[in-house]
């Protein structure tokens, strides 16, 4: 069955790829036939470069994906699942908007890829390598260079449409400048690679192995992280971002588990330029029947399925746990309450009276308070509500890295509020709501469907929920360079802005959390038994089935109904039952209250500080709940036990 496989996929790519760019050749010429001038130049300067920058940025991701899953012996890791893409990413893109030349542009792209990459691989090193913390530690850093990335789009509209389009991974081409840039870095580092196989090769083993073959594990695995991530960053600022290649790659490279390390190497490159090759020519074809796709797209979301299915069928440890669980209540629940309650009243009070005059900043009782409060009190309800999910999430799953970003429910609310807001810009209330409730359920059945009945529960829900996140995320990408009329909006809303923040929103949104957490203590019962295992929550009474179904659609509500107000963009969901978890707060129906509070003081306290830090500019809520969170969620994933 291998060889058979190995076979087809041999024989199949080249053939469908080769049938490809027949095609679109006969089409080239075929549409200009009339001015034979013009099809040369456009053979000459645009198609034919094109074919080469595919192969070549392929080839590259390949090797990026060979080199990834070999130093991290993990068959998920690749530049884009560990955010290393991301990085880069953010660093090209600060010096696109920044106007400088294009050495310092690659330079930025650089420094993005190598800190990034230094990031994951400290974090991951003290973690033992866990599988686990290698994605959720790059799924983090990549959200977060993304939030950054949103935030700089917001404040450069004029360069928007482009920066989406080279985003999304458009391999189209004007002249041979992307090659002849593209070209000697990925001939170096392969004959780099290629003079290092004996050393290499050493890393499939052990690093105790290593070591007392006269080796030295830490060297050979900071030089071929090296290696990858210059690579993986260069390749990102000549073409942009381009999931999963590096993916595919290795995954049919182990198909033809004879070869030796120097072959297989070189066939991942081989399989990685067929891929992306075959990719942009499915774009072109795309294109000719007025479909506008990038190469970029299509490997992202035909990526996702083969995600999903290494998932499904690896075996992975139970995460470690999350540092910051207190070994007993450090207060008294009551207390803890109050003294919360007190902090939100106080960032409440701050927020809505200090001002900004000529003399500075000053408490003041005479500005127009009706433009202030519905946006105050909207992200006092949202972060309430994703809170509220969060707890529930952790319960359902017995996960404490559970939460609506993290499983990607809110990505995927998202991804069914953009689309409908690009096939009907003016969708009434209620039509977004029900999208996004269908949009979330669907995330978590997803989730539920793949991942709860397996041994290794834990560690596969989290791994499903990221592919999941990165599934939506391409789509939101396709939607956005697609050129909808109302993209800016669209990522002002993605970004998590309160800008658009009404009395009726506000009202709602407070409304939805108070009437949302008796229904949640419905729910204590079944949430203090599911975490004990289904043996003997089963052994209670307690229909699995029933009780988890209920449970989804309550908590895909939640996640939806704040998601449509607020965006996807914020760590509350996770952050707020982690600290009622460091307080020492285990009952549920404490936890709840404890979260919630935290939920809405950590989005009213961001909502504040997005509106004076850039005064009289706003930085969105989502944003700055994005930069605060991330460092507190790696530094759960560092705490030790």
């Keep these: 069955m291998t060889k058979l496989r190995a076979g087809l996929a041999f024989t199949l790519l080249p053939l469908f790829t080769a049938l490809m760019i027949g095609w679109n050749i006969q089409h080239l010429f075929s549409s200009t036939a009339t001015q034979p001038g013009m099809a040369a130049l456009l053979w000459s300067q645009s198609y034919l470069p094109r074919i080469i920058v595919a192969a070549l940025a392929g080839a590259a991701l390949g090797l990026c994906g060979m080199l990834a899953?070999?130093?991290?012996?993990?068959?998920?890791?690749?530049?884009?699942?560990?955010?290393?893409?991301?990085?880069?990413?953010?660093?090209?893109?600060?010096?696109?908007?920044?106007?400088?030349?294009?050495?310092?542009?690659?330079?930025?792209?650089?420094?993005?890829?190598?800190?990034?990459?230094?990031?994951?691989?400290?974090?991951?090193?003290?973690?033992?390598?866990?599988?686990?913390?290698?994605?959720?530690?790059?799924?983090?850093?990549?959200?977060?260079?993304?939030?950054?990335?949103?935030?700089?789009?917001?404040?450069?509209?004029?360069?928007?449409?482009?920066?989406?389009?080279?985003?999304?991974?458009?391999?189209?081409?004007?002249?041979?400048?992307?090659?002849?840039?593209?070209?000697?870095?990925?001939?170096?580092?392969?004959?780099?690679?290629?003079?290092?196989?004996?050393?290499?090769?050493?890393?499939?083993?052990?690093?105790?192995?290593?070591?007392?073959?006269?080796?030295?594990?830490?060297?050979?695995?900071?030089?071929?992280?090296?290696?990858?991530?210059?690579?993986?960053?260069?390749?990102?600022?000549?073409?942009?971002?381009?999931?999963?290649?590096?993916?595919?790659?290795?995954?049919?490279?182990?198909?033809?588990?004879?070869?030796?390390?120097?072959?297989?190497?070189?066939?991942?490159?081989?399989?990685?330029?067929?891929?992306?090759?075959?990719?942009?020519?499915?774009?072109?074809?795309?294109?000719?029947?007025?479909?506008?796709?990038?190469?970029?797209?299509?490997?992202?979301?035909?990526?996702?399925?083969?995600?999903?299915?290494?998932?499904?069928?690896?075996?992975?440890?139970?995460?470690?746990?999350?540092?910051?669980?207190?070994?007993?209540?450090?207060?008294?629940?009551?207390?803890?309450?109050?003294?919360?309650?007190?902090?939100?009243?106080?960032?409440?009070?701050?927020?809505?009276?200090?001002?900004?005059?000529?003399?500075?900043?000053?408490?003041?009782?005479?500005?127009?308070?009706?433009?202030?409060?519905?946006?105050?009190?909207?992200?006092?309800?949202?972060g309430g509500l994703l809170a509220s999910a969060g707890v529930i999430l952790q319960r359902l799953t017995n996960n404490p890295l559970a939460s609506p970003e993290v499983l990607g429910i809110n990505s995927g609310a998202a991804c069914a509020v953009v689309l409908l807001l690009v096939l009907m810009p003016n969708a009434s209330g209620l039509l977004l709501f029900s999208v996004a409730a269908l949009g979330a359920m669907i995330s978590l059945g997803i989730i539920i469907l793949f991942a709860i009945n397996a041994s290794d529960q834990t560690p596969k829900i989290l791994l499903v929920g990221t592919a999941l996140g990165a599934f939506s995320l391409a789509l939101i990408t396709l939607f956005l360079a697609s050129g909808a009329p109302n993209s800016g909006v669209i990522i002002s809303w993605l970004s998590g802005s309160t800008w658009g923040a009404t009395p009726e929103k506000a009202l709602a949104s407070l409304v939805a959390l108070l009437l949302s957490l008796p229904i949640s203590l419905l729910f204590t019962r079944w949430l203090t038994l599911l975490p004990l295992g289904r043996t003997v929550a089963s052994s209670r009474g307690l229909s699995l089935r029933g009780s988890t179904t209920l449970l989804i659609i309550w908590c895909a509500t939640l996640s939806a109904g704040a998601t449509l107000l607020l965006g996807p963009m914020s760590f509350v969901g996770l952050l707020a039952p982690q600290i009622a978890r460091y307080l020492g707060i285990y009952r549920f129906g404490n936890a709840l209250w404890i979260s919630v509070v935290c939920g809405a003081l950590l989005m009213l306290a961001a909502d504040f500080i997005g509106r004076m830090i850039m005064w009289p500019f706003q930085v969105p809520a989502g944003i700055v709940a994005v930069i605060l969170g991330a460092p507190g969620l790696l530094w759960l994933l560092y705490r030790k036990r």
């Design 69 to 382: 899953q070999l130093v991290l012996k993990n068959p998920l890791a690749e530049p884009a699942t560990l955010g290393i893409a991301s990085g880069a990413q953010l660093g090209t893109t600060l010096a696109l908007f920044a106007g400088v030349s294009p050495w310092i542009t690659q330079s930025f792209a650089l420094a993005g890829g190598f800190i990034t990459t230094a990031i994951i691989y400290a974090l991951s090193r003290h973690r033992g390598m866990s599988p686990l913390t290698l994605l959720l530690t790059g799924m983090v850093v990549g959200l977060f260079c993304s939030v950054l990335q949103n935030g700089l789009v917001l404040f450069h509209h004029e360069q928007m449409q482009s920066l989406f389009i080279w985003n999304s991974g458009n391999l189209a081409q004007n002249d041979w400048s992307v090659v002849s840039q593209l070209c000697p870095i990925l001939v170096g580092i392969t004959v780099l690679v290629l003079l290092s196989t004996r050393a290499l090769a050493l890393l499939k083993l052990s690093d105790e192995v290593v070591d007392s073959l006269g080796g030295n594990s830490r060297l050979y695995r900071l030089f071929t992280l090296g290696m990858m991530a210059l690579l993986a960053a260069w390749t990102v600022s000549q073409v942009g971002l381009i999931s999963f290649i590096g993916l595919f790659a290795p995954q049919i490279t182990r198909l033809f588990p004879r070869l030796s390390f120097k072959k297989s190497m070189l066939l991942g490159m081989a399989f990685g330029a067929g891929l992306l090759l075959f990719c942009d020519q499915l774009a072109l074809f795309a294109e000719a029947i007025n479909w506008q796709i990038s190469a970029g797209n299509l490997t992202a979301i035909m990526g996702i399925p083969v995600m999903l299915l290494i998932i499904v069928k690896a075996r992975f440890p139970q995460p470690p746990a999350l540092g910051g669980t207190a070994s007993k209540v450090l207060l008294l629940p009551k207390a803890i309450k109050v003294l919360l309650i007190v902090a939100l009243l106080g960032v409440f009070f701050l927020a809505f009276t200090l001002t900004h005059s000529p003399q500075g900043w000053q408490i003041s009782v005479s500005d127009p308070y009706n433009l202030r409060w519905p946006r105050m009190v909207m992200a006092i309800g949202c």
